[in-house]
């Protein structure tokens, strides 16, 4: 199977999640835009539309309503969205084939603390992306005197950081012709790189890693590091204070990590204080900067050594 039958074929597997005539207006799609779609997106009182590289494209003029939202949540969840409660508490819903829901509405709280929704205004169905050997040229200069160096991977929001993670974690974890695959403790808090499902990833994340999902990342990362004797530490998008010091933790017990933050470039990285006084600590020792030129990825490695 090519790349792009296995990503038409995981759109098609998301549009599944779609109430009945949703889903054949989903299907009306060409195949080699199946095969890039991002995302489609469900807003009540306007058309369903799809995300594309290009950006969104209404898929038919007639109206989403608020039933199809509930129906939506309903096939999502198997019908029990009680089963899905903690999720939902997030914002979100994981889902069987490495696709996730995002929701947005009403919500009602208990105790100052979001619990649930009580009406949906709009979903945007995530489409799992697996990327094959998009890492290939990228791994080697990432290993320096036989050991894998901490490195975390910046871009803009959608600029493609955790396809990319998720290919470094299993290309790492995997044995190769030159050394044995590396015991990788994965952090997925929200479900986005893994896509666990029963225990089982339904995203290819390598025969060596191990997966703690929908756990706070930082307490996850201080998790597998007293129970799985990792080598590497992977997690998606270091945001707050608490982060930062569970990973300076895990650096300073000699295991390497491998992480995502949100920036345009290195300049944009540094002139934020939560990413500056991490630099400054040495906790990476390789930035991998995504950038987009003529609808393309280009990945550049810099020394994420900053000094004190």
Do not use: H
């Given at each position: 199977m090519t790349d792009m039958d296995m990503q038409a074929a995981r759109y098609d597997a998301a549009?599944?999640?779609l109430p009945h005539a949703l889903r054949e207006r989903a299907r009306e799609l060409p195949v080699h835009d199946r095969a890039a779609a991002e995302e489609l997106r469900l807003r009540v009182g306007r058309?369903?539309?799809v995300l594309l590289p290009q950006g969104e494209r209404e898929l038919g003029a007639e109206s989403v309503t608020r039933r199809e939202l509930e129906l939506l949540v309903e096939i999502a969840t198997g019908a029990s969205v009680q089963s899905s409660r903690r999720e939902l508490q997030n914002g979100y819903i994981s889902c069987?084939?490495?696709c996730r829901i995002g929701l947005c509405g009403s919500v009602y709280l208990d105790e100052g603390q979001m619990a649930g929704?009580?009406?949906y205004s709009s979903a945007a169905v995530r489409i799992a992306r697996e990327k094959r050997g998009v890492a290939d040229?990228?791994?080697?200069?990432?290993?320096r005197e036989g050991r894998f160096r901490s490195t975390l991977i910046i871009a803009p929001p959608g600029g493609g950081k955790t396809t990319l993670l998720r290919e470094l974690v299993r290309k790492l974890s995997t044995s190769g012709p030159a050394r044995p695959g590396l015991r990788v403790a994965l952090c997925d808090e929200r479900g986005e790189i893994a896509?666990?499902?029963e225990g089982r990833p339904q995203l290819d994340v390598g025969e060596r890693t191990d997966v703690l999902d929908a756990c706070p990342k930082a307490r996850a990362v201080l998790t597998v590091l007293r129970s799985m004797n990792p080598q590497?530490?992977?997690l998606d998008e270091i945001t707050d204070p608490e982060d930062v010091a569970a990973v300076e933790r895990a650096r300073n017990c000699g295991v390497a990590l491998l992480a995502t933050a949100h920036a345009s470039?290195?300049?944009?990285?540094?002139?934020?204080?939560?990413?500056?006084d991490m630099l400054c600590g040495n906790v990476f020792e390789n930035i991998v900067t995504i950038r987009v030129r003529n609808g393309r990825r280009e990945y550049t490695v810099d020394s994420g050594r900053r000094g004190k």
């Open positions: 549009v599944l999640l058309p369903l539309s069987r084939g490495g929704y009580s009406a040229g990228l791994l080697p200069g990432l290993w896509g666990l499902w590497v530490i992977a470039d290195l300049e944009d990285l540094t002139a934020r204080p939560l990413y500056r």
